[in-house]
């Protein structure tokens, strides 16, 4: 459970995108590169990762998130900016740029226990707010 000035939550969103034409470019070098770019955004943003696999065609991406951020949103970020930094950074030394498919999946994963909802009003009783 996570807490920001106005809201708890638990949030988890499972984001999955292909690279252009699927073309399977995801290895080696390149994926440890996109990982470390990944993290970076995440770290950047205020977002956890919780799990992330870069496979040679696809990339899973399982990131938790505060709620003022819509999961197209988190989608638009890891692919745009990711891209942005790969090809800015190696483009150049190695010739080839990634890109990235127009579309994604988006899923979220997430639960909550009677005991939780229970703590949520007990704890905003004793505050009065």
């Known amino acids: 459970m996570k807490t920001t000035r106005h809201a708890t939550y638990n949030l988890n969103y499972h984001i999955v995108w292909v690279p252009k034409y699927r073309n399977s470019v995801l290895k080696g ?3 440890d590169r996109v990982r470390t770019i990944l993290h970076e955004i995440a770290d950047d943003k205020g977002l956890k990762i919780l799990d992330l696999t870069v496979q040679p ?4 991406l399982f990131v938790s ?8 949103l988190l989608a638009n970020w ?7 930094k790969y090809n800015h950074r190696y483009a150049d030394h190695d010739g080839e740029k990634i ?6 999946y988006a899923g979220t994963a997430g639960q909550v226990s009677s005991e939780t909802v229970k ?6 009783e004793e505050d009065g707010s």
């Open 65 to 72: 998130s505060p709620p003022k951020h819509a999961p197209s």
């Open 57 to 60: 065609d696809h990339v899973h």
């Open 29 to 31: 070098e390149v994926a």
């Open 78 to 84: 890891f692919k745009g900016i990711s891209s942005r």
């Open 119 to 124: 703590n949520y009003i007990q704890r905003h």
């Open 99 to 104: 890109g990235w498919a127009r579309g994604y």
